[in-house]
């Protein structure tokens, strides 16, 4: 359930993201979200300062920051641009870019069967970016779509770095106020003041993020991982109904299909390595 609810949180934050979007650019909502996720934070802040921004590794929390914010910038600017079940298509590949990113800055060992999954993923990918493949043929909002796939894969191999001796909550902390700091230059480029009404639609965007990530740390934390990596991917199917029901999106049968190829490889790697490490354990043990 609460993985489930990660999806529902994320599926409407997208669905402001489009519905705001004619009147505010990408790097204005990112702050605006970045804002929000804030305040939402300060109570956290406030109890205890220096156990919250305690860190003996501060360069690497302004990289990770430095990243996800660009990350955010590139994927509401895909979200605004493509139908909603396109652009989250497309983000279920930053599975696939882990792959690479665990062997070249992790320095995990990667076998034959994760490398052939990896490549059918990318296969996929492909299939959704060749030429008729609907909104998500290779264009502009499709390029930023992939790109911030990689840079949220990025940020995820930093996290997975800091947690051996960050908690959730300080990693949390930081990415909120780093992400308002730099997120404001970019915004300020385009900025406009919002009305009442839109402030309260991108505040909600905003809470609607940090309920995303503590549902989905939560969910994960609790449940079996192996159960609850593919209920993520019910997202796809709330942003087709959504999609279609406030914008018009009708799904494209190809861009669909290569987004089936990309989840299949995604959870074949997910299990893989669920099944690697379960191997590895009483080995360590022992």
Not at 119 to 130: I, K, P, S
Not at 174 to 181: N, R, Y
Request: glycine fraction near 8%.
């Amino acid at each position: 359930m609460w993985m489930l609810a990660s999806a529902i949180a994320f599926t409407l934050m997208t669905t402001l993201i489009k519905y705001l979007g004619e009147d505010y650019s990408a790097s204005l909502q990112t702050f605006y979200r970045s804002a929000a996720t804030f305040v939402v934070l300060i109570p956290i802040m406030i109890r205890d300062p220096r156990a919250a921004f305690a860190t003996t590794r501060p360069g690497i929390l302004f990289f990770r920051s430095a990243v996800g914010t660009a990350s955010s910038i590139f994927a509401f600017y895909a979200y605004q641009k493509m139908p909603l079940a396109d652009a989250n298509a497309l983000s279920f590949t930053r599975a696939l870019w882990m792959v690479p990113l665990a062997v070249f800055v992790l320095g995990e060992k990667v076998g034959p069967r994760r490398i052939a999954a990896t490549a059918v993923g990318f296969c996929g990918v492909l299939v959704m970016l060749q030429p008729g493949g609907g909104s998500a043929s290779l264009s502009l909002p499709a390029l930023a779509a992939l790109a911030s796939s990689l840079m949220f894969a990025m940020t995820i191999t930093g996290m997975k770095v800091m947690t051996r001796d960050h908690s959730t909550t300080t990693l949390l902390v930081w990415a909120g106020a780093l992400g308002v700091i730099m997120s404001l230059p970019p915004a300020l480029f385009v900025w406009r003041w919002p009305s009442f009404v839109d402030l309260c639609l991108l505040s909600t965007m905003g809470v609607l993020g940090t309920v995303t990530q503590w549902a989905y740390i939560k969910g994960m934390g609790i449940g079996d991982a192996a159960a609850m990596a593919p209920v993520d991917y019910t997202r796809l199917v709330f942003a087709l109904i959504l999609g279609y029901a406030l914008f018009g999106d009708v799904p494209n049968a190809i861009t669909m299909l290569g987004a089936a190829i990309v989840i299949g490889s995604t959870l074949y790697i997910t299990l893989r390595e669920l099944k690697v490490g379960a191997a590895k354990a009483p080995a360590s043990d022992e």
